[in-house]
């Protein structure tokens, strides 16, 4: 029996697939039989090809349609995050390598998945997971991890990019609630979310040592959307505006103490990098592999342009840029995996993946000539895609910043 990945029902507990079901994914032909061990990469990358082309699968047969519809369809938003579960809860020796490796396959399929799952998972469960309450595990981050909800991260603010301490959100206590005004912009998923993970400032005079992390439901009065940001790229990922007028936070709501926000912020961008370094390899390999593959079928001068040197070397390098950044993540996230610190090779891989993939597009559209400035094809949507790579979770200057700082310490 054959079945299309939309089909397939996944398990939360061990990512577990329809008996009998053969699912095509990419080049892999996968026949699920009953009592099939669950598809696990570990340390040595076991079950990796499985792996990544189940993800390849849950993102790819709808990237078109969500980007060109300008919605964000959550049923596959919310397959592709059963699929990442356990790697949030289980916490196993390999779970970072893991999930790098899947947002990169889902970023390959299509870019917009791939961040909305980033997001979701290593810019709000993340913090959660880290320094959340039990009580607030079991409500801001179990439902979130299955999928059942959708999460955001409120740091950005129209003055406050590059320079996340100059934060002018303000967070005022009054008895057993905060009251929150202010504003927060670029908020990837902030018009479909159920959840905000918000950082204030609780007391300006205090700098960086002022502000204040909260999980906030989006419902709550005084949260108001904004219009859905329009965009080069990732128009599949919704973004936009968040005002704050008098909302009023439980003094249960804050996530560690009082002045810890930047200390919890900058922890979870470290770890967000490594998810937007793979998003990046994700759109160079889409770009690379439509390169090479109309590269084999184009012909010049009576001959496949595959044949002449130029665009031999542009593959060449295009690929080994690729490889090279995928190594950098995948050590940023193995330390990560093994609790040690990983600010600077995050900033490294999150850089490097960055500019590679602009490059690798750059590459992609020039060897496809006029076709690649054509919406027939894909390789123009990861032209576009790649693009913001270098500018969200921290811009490429910024981890130059980070990278120096860490080797003139």
């Not at 029996?1 to 080049?27: K, N, W």
């Not at 999930?99 to 998972?121: D, F, H, K, W």
């Not at 040592?209 to 709550?220: E, L, P, R, S």
């Not at 610190?341 to 960055?354: N, Q």
Request: with cysteine; net charge positive.
């Amino acid at each position: 029996m054959r079945a299309p990945i939309s089909d397939l029902p996944l398990v939360l507990d061990d990512v577990s697939l329809q008996a009998g079901a053969t699912v095509i994914l990419s080049r892999l032909s996968l026949t699920i039989t009953p009592g099939a061990p669950t598809l696990i990469v570990g340390p040595n990358g076991a079950g990796k090809t499985s792996l990544l082309r189940l993800c390849m699968g849950l993102a790819a047969p709808s990237a078109g349609r969500v980007t060109w519809g300008g919605r964000t369809d959550r049923a596959p938003l919310r397959r592709a995050i059963l699929f990442q579960r356990p790697v949030m809860l289980r916490r196993t020796t390999a779970a970072n390598v893991a999930y790098a490796l899947a947002i990169e396959e889902i970023s390959r399929g299509c870019a917009s998945v791939g961040v909305t799952l980033s997001v979701n998972n290593s810019l709000y469960c993340d913090p959660l997971l880290k320094y959340g309450t039990d009580a607030q595990k079991e409500r801001w981050l179990k439902p979130f991890a299955a999928g059942e909800k959708l999460g955001c991260f409120g740091l950005t603010e129209p003055q406050a990019g590059s320079d996340a301490a100059e934060q002018r959100t303000t967070a005022v206590r009054r008895g057993d609630k905060y009251v929150v005004n202010g504003t927060k912009n670029w908020i990837t998923n902030g018009p479909v979310a159920d959840a905000m993970v918000l950082f204030t400032m609780t007391d300006l005079s205090k700098g960086t040592k002022g502000i204040t992390a909260f999980v906030v439901d989006t419902g709550t009065p005084g949260f108001l959307r904004q219009k859905s940001d329009e965009k080069l790229g990732i128009c599949a990922s919704p973004s936009c505006t968040i005002f704050f007028e008098n909302m009023e936070v439980p003094v249960a709501n804050r996530l560690g103490q009082e002045g810890e926000g930047f200390k919890i912020a900058m922890s979870t961008l470290d770890g967000g990098r490594i998810g937007i370094a793979a998003q990046a390899i994700g759109i160079g390999m889409a770009a690379f592999e439509e390169a090479r593959d109309y590269a084999k079928l184009r012909k010049t001068f009576d001959v496949p342009i595959a044949q002449h040197q130029a665009i031999q070397f542009m593959l060449a390098d295009m690929i080994t840029e690729l490889e090279a950044a995928r190594l950098l993540t995948l050590r940023a996230a193995s330390l990560k995996d093994s609790g040690a610190r990983h600010s600077r090779e995050s900033s490294m891989a999150k850089l490097y993946a960055s500019e590679a993939a602009n490059r690798v597009a750059d590459k992609a559209v020039q060897i496809h000539g006029g076709m690649g400035y054509s919406k027939e094809l894909d390789v123009e949507r990861h032209f576009r895609d790649a693009r913001i790579t270098e500018i969200y979770e921290g811009t490429s200057e910024i981890q130059r910043l980070v990278i120096s700082n860490a080797l003139l310490k």
